[in-house]
């Protein structure tokens, strides 16, 4: 009987750890348009010794969250600088600085781009 309960304690383990490994990861983002937007976008990823440091380039904050949070803590950031910063007209993604002045306008060239901006920045 402890023998079955040993085995079936570590496929509860294995099984949660991986529940909490897929809860940890972020979500797939349009590889295109953050590679479009990473230069307009204030945060950056630094490597620490105890695990990753997200700063704000523009007032030089760091943010140091546990391991298990900072990929979302980075999304959570990057969609509230989206909010602010971003507007979508029909196909045409413009980028605004923080006096709401057109800085870069991007075209988005099919649907899923543009359903991406949709879902990730709510707007």
Known sequence: MSR???????????????IAFKNAMPKTKNKVVMN?????????LEKRLGGLT???????????PSNEIVFKR???LE???????????????SINNDKNQTIKTLNLKNRKQINF????FGI
């Not at 479009?36 to 950056?44: D, E, T, V």
């Open 4 to 18: 079955k309960m040993f085995i079936g304690l570590i496929f509860v383990f294995m099984f949660l750890s991986f």
């Open 36 to 44: 479009a937007l990473s230069a307009y976008i204030p945060y950056r």
């Open 54 to 64: 997200i700063i704000n380039e523009k007032t030089k904050t760091k943010e140091k």
């Open 74 to 76: 980075l999304d959570q």
């Open 79 to 93: 969609r509230q600088w989206g909010k602010k910063h971003l507007k979508l007209t029909g196909s045409v993604l």
């Open 117 to 120: 901006v949709h879902s990730f």
